[in-house]
Structures are given as C-alpha cells and as structure tokens.
C-alpha cells in the first residue's frame, strides 16, 4: 500500500463547477498537509497548508483534512480554465532526522472546459 | 523576483557523463530540499540539506548521487555517469526554517539522458 493515495484523473468539468480533489494516507504520523498545483513543465505552486483536522478556506479553495479517516479533500468552487492543472497533494512529518520532508501523492490531472 | 532559481533548466546528457543541476534558495532561506519526478511518478525526496550540512539524505541513491550546500554558493545535486533512468525532472523546494509551512519549489531542471 503506498503511503499516499490520489486518483490521477483525468477530470475534466465545465466552467463554474465545484471540484473536488482527494487524498487518502496510511502513515498516521503526519502532521501538515498541503496542495500544489503544477502547471506543465513547471514548478509545484503551494496553494493550501493545514495542520489540523478541520476546514480551511481561501478564497475559491477549501482544504479539508480528516485525520481519524486519514483523508484529506481540496475543494474549488466557480471553477477556471486557469485552474486547468495537475494538482498534487503532499504530507509531512518529523522524519526524525529532523527532516520534514514532503510525501506526494502522484497528482490529480484537472481540465476545466470553458 | 526572489523566488527559488534553478539551471539550468533543460540539460542533456549522454550516458556515462556527469550532471551537476544548481539550486539557488529563496533570499533569506537557508534550507534546501531535492525531490525527482520521473515520468509517471510522483515527487519523491531525495535529499535535505542546510548549509553546509547534509541533513537528511535518505531518498538519494546509494550511488553516483551527492548534493552539497556550501556556505557560499547554490546547492548543487550532481550525478555521475547517468543513465537513462536518470531522465527526470528534478527540482528543489527552499525553507526559511525547515518546516514544511515554508518549502517554496523552483522551476526545476529536466534532464535527459541519452
């Protein structure tokens, strides 16, 4: 089982719909959680950090973490072609080696159709 | 533009030959973490350092793989004698305090092996 899971897609909606993008894990030892977005050939861009259980909102994104469930959603309402991209969540923890390096999982690919 | 530097951005190498990809942190930032995304893959650690100091360096390859960050200078991830499986997009995420609140990714370098 890897340690982190997400759908590759691809998804593809129209224009002003909500997405909805997930992650479920198995290493109870994360503590934050976070979501990228990548754009083709380009760097990942941080879009949302939480650390916590519970919902953080801003803007047109909501991320959504359940730590009893090890499951962790982005959420993105009125969507945008500009937000075509592959969306990549990523967790850490205290590697122990003082390390807090990130897991990814292997990207949700989005197309947003105007 | 302050952000994280890499280059070169493109590089092209025959096999047997060595790779040397640079990574300028963010102005201020004195940690520097290495992740590979080969083709298909998601972002995987390879390696995190400070200055001067390997920290953790659990996700490099056993061989042919080093990184430095000296206290001048970019942090350099150097391969020797690459192979074809070597081909990867290979980027950096610099942090002010090694917590993964402040990891910010650059561009990245694709390098591809012949």
């Known amino acids: 089982q890897k340690e982190v899971e997400q759908d590759p897609g691809p998804l593809s909606v129209p224009e002003g719909a909500i997405v909805s993008l997930n992650c479920t894990y198995s290493?109870?030892?994360?503590?934050?959680f976070m979501w990228y977005r990548q754009y083709s050939r380009k760097g990942p861009e941080l879009l949302m950090y939480t650390y916590s259980s519970g919902n953080k909102e801003d803007g047109r994104f909501t991320a959504q973490v359940d730590k009893s469930s090890k499951y962790i959603s982005l959420f993105i309402r009125d969507s945008q072609p500009s937000d075509s991209a592959t969306y990549l969540c990523a967790m850490s923890a205290n590697s122990g080696a003082g390390s807090y390096q990130l897991t990814f999982g292997k990207g949700t690919k989005l197309s947003v159709i105007p | 533009n302050a952000g994280v530097m890499q280059n070169p951005r493109h590089l092209v190498r025959r096999r047997g030959q060595e790779a040397r990809l640079r990574c300028s942190p963010m102005?201020?930032?004195?940690?520097v973490y290495w992740y590979r995304q080969l083709p298909e893959e998601g972002l995987k650690f390879m390696v995190y350092?400070?200055?001067?100091?390997?920290?953790?360096e659990s996700g490099m390859p056993k061989e042919r793989f080093s990184a430095e960050f000296p206290k001048e200078g970019p942090s350099i991830l150097r391969i020797q004698q690459v192979v074809r499986g070597d081909s990867a997009a290979y980027f950096c995420?610099?942090?002010?305090?090694?917590?993964?609140?402040?990891?910010?990714f650059g561009p990245g370098t694709r390098l591809t092996v012949l």
């Open positions: 350092l400070q200055k001067e100091n390997i920290i953790d």
């Open positions: 102005k201020g930032h004195s940690h």
């Open positions: 995420a610099s942090s002010s305090r090694g917590h993964t609140d402040t990891q910010y």
């Open positions: 290493n109870s030892a994360f503590q934050y």
